[in-house]
C-alpha cells in the first residue's frame, strides 16, 4: 500500500501578485484533505501592522533577538525583505514533518525560496506571476498601504524577482483569482500523488 508522506510546498512571488489571498483560500478549500495544508509562521523584525497578530501572523521579534536566532542556525533560511528581516523557523518546521498528518506550506520571498531549494528537503515550488508590471502597479496603488517611493521600490525588486522565477517548479499567473486556485490545487493534488508512491 502506498505510504503516506508530507509535502512541503513554497510560495513566492512579487509583492502585491496576491498570493496571499489566493493562498488563504487554497489553504481554507484544503481543510479535509488527509495531509491538511499548514501554513508555517515566520519570524520577522518587521512591526505589526493594524489587525496582525503575534503568534498568529508572524511571530514578531526585535532585531537583536532575530540577529541571535540567525546566529544560532534557529532558521531555516533568511532574508532581508524591504529593509525587514524575514525568517522560517527550523525547529517548528521540524516538529511538523514529524507529524504524520500535515503538509506544510510556506508563503517567502525569493530570496528565502531559492535558499530551501538548493539545499533542503524535496519540495514543490510555485511561483506566482502578476499578468504585467503595470497590473501589479496598479495593485500596489489600490492596497493604499505604502508610499509611491516604496511601490516603486517593490516595482524594482518585483522585476529581480520574476527574472528568478526560472527556478521555480511552477508558474501560475495570476489573472484571474479563481483561476490561480484551481492552478495551485492542481498543482499540489499533482505533487502528492507523486509523493505517494516513492
Ligand atoms: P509582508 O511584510 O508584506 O507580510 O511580507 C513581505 C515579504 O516577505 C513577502 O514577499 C513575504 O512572502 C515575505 N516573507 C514572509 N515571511 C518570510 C520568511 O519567513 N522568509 C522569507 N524569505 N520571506 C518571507
Known sequence: MAQKQRSLFIISGPSGVGKTSVLREVIK???NTDNQLTLSISYTTRPP???EIDGVNYFFVSVPKFEQMKSNGEFLESATVYGYQYGTG???IEKQLQKNDCDI???IDVQGAIQIMQNQFDNCSIFIHPPSLETLKERLHSRQTDAKEVIQKRLEIAQQEIELSEQFDYWVTNDNYEKSILGIQAIICSY???NSHQ
Open 49 to 51: 501592522r493594524k489587525g
Open 90 to 92: 527550523k525547529q517548528w
Open 29 to 31: 478549500q484544503d481543510e
Open 192 to 194: 502528492r500523488l507523486k
Open 105 to 107: 506550506i510556506l508563503e
